[in-house]
């Protein structure tokens, strides 16, 4: 069981420190221009965020109990390759489906 | 047409453009969302408990993380600790956006980044850098489209989740939806040599720290990418130059 004061303890100091995180430099910084240095490393976040955050996800889903997976890893290419030359919900059809056909292959032989 | 009224259009058309650009993500907010008002209640937090942290939070991983913890009696400090690490990629996100939307005023500024989330930021950055010529109106409108969905679903579906008290059947494999939507949006950013090693940097960094504690690989590989990207870029600037 979680106590009361547990959770509205943690919840209300995450709230609070998840705020100040997306506030940061956003809000405290306002106008002021930054660095051109720390620009040109900005430009680079996203590519260096996404990523790094859909690696472990293909590699070792959960689902698999963290094992690679052919159905996953093929997925995920086919995702690439539709990402690069459709777009988004052509994407999410590539990789699911590839998904599904692959699963449905791995549990028939 | 007076100037004043093409503007007010201009920023509603990218309102639209940005809800519009949100809808497939919807595919991961729900099974996402379900699944963490199943869990907050099988942890026994009541409906009032599971949607105020879905309200007050608004970041599905660090919620998740906290749930866990405290379920294993964690002391607070640890508890925050990790769900607060698990944010932490999001202030890059806010120094991203800085130089696009710090001119807005400072209210608009904070219920932007109280709404914050991974779409909102890979969205509009993307629709940003594509469009240069976009004034701050319409990056403002365009940053509240992706919004409107993509934090609707969020409240919507942890209440239905807490609710109904499951989740979407696994073997949908939805959880797949998440890398698979997020390739999606990468992947048209490979435009240029910079981009991509940054992108390989980033990969390759996941791999190699993948068992650093409290999610700082995510961190330590982003850093890693940008100084990568970075330095990629200013290689291909001199070499222009000197050639």
């Known amino acids: 069981m979680i106590s009361d004061a547990m959770f509205w303890g943690v919840t209300v100091l995450l709230g609070i420190g998840t705020f100040l995180i997306r506030f940061s430099f956003?809000?405290?910084?306002?106008?002021?221009?930054?660095?051109?240095?720390?620009?040109?490393?900005?430009?680079?976040?996203?590519?260096?965020?996404?990523?790094?955050?859909?690696?472990?996800?293909?590699?070792?889903?959960?689902?698999?109990?963290?094992?690679?997976?052919?159905?996953?890893?093929?997925?995920?290419?086919?995702?690439?390759?539709a990402g690069l030359w459709f777009s988004v919900a052509g994407a999410i059809f590539a990789g699911m489906g590839t998904l599904y056909a692959v699963q449905y292959l791995q549990s028939a032989f | 047409m007076?100037?004043?009224?093409?503007?007010?259009?201009?920023?509603?058309?990218?309102?639209?453009?940005?809800?519009?650009?949100?809808?497939?993500?919807?595919?991961?907010?729900?099974?996402y969302s379900m699944l963490f008002g199943v869990v907050a209640r099988d942890a026994g937090l009541n409906l009032l408990e599971a949607m105020s942290m879905s309200v007050i939070v608004i970041a599905g991983a660090s919620q998740f993380t906290a749930v866990a913890l405290m379920q294993e009696h964690a002391p607070v400090f640890i508890v925050l600790l990790a769900a607060?690490?698990?944010?932490?990629r999001m202030a890059m996100y806010s120094a991203a956006l800085q130089p696009h939307v710090g001119r807005a005023p400072i209210r608009l500024r904070a219920i932007m980044a109280y709404l914050m989330v991974d779409q909102a930021f890979a969205l509009s950055i993307r629709e940003y850098d594509d469009h240069p010529e976009m004034r701050l109106r319409e990056k403002l409108a365009y940053y509240f489209g992706v919004i409107t969905p993509a934090c609707g679903a969020w409240y919507a579906f942890t209440f239905l989740g807490a609710v109904l008290g499951r989740a979407v059947p696994p073997e949908l494999s939805l959880h797949f939806a998440v890398p698979v939507c997020f390739i999606a949006l990468v992947a048209p950013m490979m435009k240029s040599l910079p981009h991509v090693v940054a992108a390989f940097v980033s990969i390759l960094s996941a791999v190699l720290f993948a068992d650093l504690p409290y999610n700082a690989a995510l961190v330590v590989a982003a850093l890693l990418a940008m100084i990568a990207g970075a330095r990629c870029e200013v290689w291909l600037a001199r070499r222009r130059v000197m050639a």
């Open chain 1, 26 to 81: 956003m809000g405290f910084l306002g106008n002021r221009r930054m660095p051109e240095w720390l620009m040109l490393h900005l430009r680079y976040v996203a590519v260096g965020v996404f990523p790094a955050l859909i690696t472990p996800l293909v590699l070792w889903p959960d689902a698999t109990g963290g094992q690679i997976d052919a159905a996953h890893l093929l997925g995920a290419a086919a995702a690439v390759a």
């Open chain 2, 2 to 31: 007076r100037p004043e009224q093409t503007r007010s259009r201009h920023a509603r058309a990218a309102y639209w453009r940005g809800l519009r650009d949100c809808v497939p993500f919807i595919i991961i907010i729900v099974p």
């Open chain 2, 84 to 88: 607060l690490a698990v944010n932490a």
